[in-house]
């Protein structure tokens, strides 16, 4: 469990990074709207804090990961969930693209539920 979480962790720091024009933006989840279709992101890099807000397209992929409970399949399986199951204070990966002057995302990745 601890290597799965030091990885995952790995990845958010590697992702936040890059912050390019279609690169995932991760972070801790500040708030939800479901009716506006937007998640407020509070992301880090390069030691410093802001708040992204990142507008999902209507019938965006939103994924979590759990554990498989087929013995066929091992490891974690992803389950689909409409946006208004993530909550704040979770961390999540949004691959996003710029549109004007929005971050639009068709992906969302729950990395880590709290």
Do not use: C, Q, Y
């Amino acid at each position: 469990m601890k290597r799965t979480v030091v990885l995952m962790l790995a990845v958010l720091l590697v992702a936040s990074v890059a912050l390019a024009d279609e690169a995932p933006i991760s972070g801790t989840v500040k708030s939800v709207d479901p009716t506006a279709h937007t998640l407020t992101l509070e992301v880090a890099a390069k030691g410093k804090t802001r708040e992204v807000v990142v507008h999902v397209k209507p019938g965006a992929r939103i994924v979590r990961f759990a554990r498989s409970t087929d013995p066929d399949k091992a490891g974690f399986v992803e389950h689909e969930v409409p946006l208004a199951a993530i909550k704040p204070g979770w961390i999540v990966s949004a691959t996003t693209k710029h549109e004007g002057d929005r971050e639009v995302a068709e992906n969302v990745k729950i990395v880590l539920e709290r």
